[in-house]
């Protein structure tokens, strides 16, 4: 299957849409169809998880919740939650939706996404696109209820564009308020190199501010709903220094934060990307290295007690045990799937599935 997608597939969606978007974007309205299309959805669930080539698995428990698989799909291709319930019918073990902001927005300028095939990378300046909370909030309750799911949902908040830094905890707070009651988990974003100031974010004196903020409003909204407050995950950068990340991590103990997404994408560009100027966040192969550092950084300050969700450049069955063998409990792709096609989550679960099958010696 994924031959045909490299070798078939692929080479047919970039010749007809050069604009790396637009692919993108009629990518992403296949899918939607295909979310509303419940008995092909099933069929396709079968195929995936029942024919008998994929090892029985066991659920990885983290956070309180089940995940069918190690595999999950970052935040950013589906923005707008409108694919969502179609893919983990493609083996994905949980999909973070978002980014979602308060108010709703249109992002940066166009043309914003470029592939580098050569590199198997991409560079994007999206800035977060999006309908608000508001609307997307309607969009999700239509599809599958919370409990109801085949696999974790996570919900990726960030600071609408227009909020200036100082009122950036009230922005993130009225997008929990309302996203809340549909996530499984919240991915709190403020590293998308896209959005003027959100790395400031980072630093203690804010991040204290915002981590407890959140946490607070998590707590009340457990209270009222007599539920247990949400996984609170931090999504960070790559870019940062130790001591930086030290700071990040010290805060997130405090706040008691649940876990980390270690990295977004990246400012900075390998001398072997030399001729690659363009701005924004650099995701793909390239970012492996600087993602994986990150990760095993973190498990050894934290002595492995803080969950990590790795991602950043996983474009093989080998990365992804690299950043399991680091420490990282589960890991999310993006960029490689648009090389490799929808079905390479599938593909990086079951290799996963297969070396830990136990083969007993009588
Ligand atoms: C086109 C594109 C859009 C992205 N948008 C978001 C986003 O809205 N929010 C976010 O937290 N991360 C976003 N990311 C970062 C990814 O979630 C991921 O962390 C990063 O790309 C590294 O993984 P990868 O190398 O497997 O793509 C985006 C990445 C890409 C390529």
Redesign the pocket.
């Known amino acids: 299957m994924d031959y045909l997608y490299e070798y078939a597939v692929r080479p047919l969606i970039f010749r007809l849409w050069k604009d790396a978007e637009t692919a ?1 974007d009629r990518t992403l309205q296949g899918l939607s169809l295909f979310s509303k299309m419940k008995p092909i959805l099933s069929l396709l669930e079968r195929f995936n998880m029942h024919n008998g080539r994929l090892p029985e698995q066991k659920p990885i428990e983290l956070f309180g919740l089940k995940f069918p698989n190690i595999v999950g799909l ?4 589906d ?1 707008q939650a409108r694919a969502w319930p179609s893919l983990g019918a493609f083996g994905f073990g949980h999909v ?1 939706i ?2 979602i902001t308060n108010l709703a927005q249109s992002g940066n300028e166009k043309p914003r ?1 470029f592939r580098y095939p050569k590199f198997e990378a ?1 560079v ?1 300046s ?1 800035g ?1 696109p999006n309908d608000g909370a508001d609307e997307i909030a309607k969009r999700i309750a239509k599809g599958p209820k919370k409990g109801k799911r085949a696999f974790p949902l996570g919900i ?1 908040i ?1 600071k609408s564009k227009v909020c200036p830094i100082e009122n950036a905890v009230e922005d993130y707070l009225n997008s929990f308020r309302k996203l809340a009651g549909l996530a499984d988990y919240m ?1 709190v ?1 403020i ?2 190199p896209n959005t003027p100031n959100l790395r400031e974010l980072h630093d203690k004196k804010h991040l204290v501010t915002l981590l407890t903020e959140l946490q607070k409003e998590n707590r009340a909204y457990a209270l009222r709903n007599k539920e247990k407050p949400l996984p609170m995950l931090l ?1 960070i950068a790559p870019d940062l220094s130790y001591n930086q990340v030290d700071d990040v991590l010290s805060v997130v103990e405090e706040t008691e934060f649940n876990g980390i ?1 270690a ?3 990246t400012v900075t560009r390998p001398e072997f990307m030399g001729d690659v100027v363009t701005k924004g ?1 650099l ?2 192969a390239p ?1 492996m290295r600087k ?1 994986l550092d990150m990760v095993r950084y973190i498990v050894r300050t934290t002595d492995g007690k803080l969950p990590v969700i790795g ?4 474009c093989t069955a080998d990365d992804a045990d690299r950043f399991l063998a680091v420490g990282a409990s589960l890991i ?5 799937m648009i090389y490799r096609g929808p079905f390479f989550a599938r593909e990086l679960a079951k290799a996963y599935a297969w070396r830990q099958t136990e083969w007993p010696m009588k």
């Open positions: 993108h970052a935040a950013g291709f923005k973070e978002g980014t996404l991409a994007n999206f977060f990726n960030g991915a974003n590293s998308s999504k997404i990295t977004n994408t966040g995701s793909g970012l993602s991602s950043g450049g996983i999310q792709i993006y960029t490689s």
